[in-house]
């Protein structure tokens, strides 16, 4: 177990950024939960970072061994070189060196991808993350991220998403315009959340049979004009609160719960 050179501590604190994680097509994963669920991906790991605090505490823990088992590099950093190369305050303790798989391009397949959730500018990571693990949960494993959304290996996405990243194929497109067009050649029925749709509970009236697309769109200001306008179905979630609507990784679990019942019934 080596201790971390000034220039190796540069280059992983530099992955905190965007710009550094897009050149290196590398991040950093923090927290015992997000590591355990990084060692039972197919995500090619480089090297485990851990503090003596976090041995201590931690002798026969999961990451270690199976670090050890599987020949990993192990860096013991102190607290100060841990918070500099992870984004968290006061984290665990015991993060991850991983490669960021590499960029696909969704073909559509309504046969092998019958559900996809399309995102058009999600902004907030947490959200972000949240959506990705509620989609991990009701079965939609495939994930189309539109222009304006929120970089996917941001650390808060990452470990918002409680490991769901590592199930579930993300793409990225630039026009979910485009996508839409090349969806219906497909027989995808498109799924909007609109506060000004149908209400969600009616769609079991006229579920919607075969591959479907649900998009969500930005917190603020929902989906685009041109998106919602291309759906074959706007729906709303009623409720009786005062609030102007839920939040977008709320109001995204409640949809995909009720397509899941439907496609289960």
Known sequence: MT???????????SLSQKKYRQEYRQCILEGVRL??????SNWQLHMLFVTA?????NKEALPLTLSREGGLDIRQVSQSE??????????????LLADLPKSMRFIPNSEKTPD???????????????????????????IVLGAGTVEWSNPKVLRSSMGAVFRTS????????????????FDYQIIAADLDGTPLPELKSFAPSGSRAIILGNEAHGI?????????????????????SLNVAMAGAVILYELYCIRMS
Do not use: M
Request: with cysteine.
């Open 3 to 13: 201790s971390l050179s000034r220039r190796e501590l540069k280059w992983f604190a």
């Open 35 to 40: 590591c355990e669920e990084a060692f039972r």
């Open 53 to 57: 605090e976090y041995i201590k505490r």
């Open 82 to 95: 841990f918070r500099r190369i992870t984004d968290t305050k006061s984290g665990q303790g015991v993060a």
């Open 116 to 142: 996809i959730l399309l995102l058009d500018a999600i902004a907030d990571p947490g959200n972000l993350g949240t959506l990705f693990r509620a989609a991990d949960w009701f079965g939609v494993r495939h």
């Open 170 to 185: 993300l793409y990225e497109h630039a026009s979910l315009d485009s996508l839409l067009n090349e969806l219906k050649k």
């Open 224 to 244: 685009s004009r041109s998106i919602s306008t291309s759906a074959d179905y706007n729906v709303t979630i009623p409720g009786e609160g005062s609030a102007d």
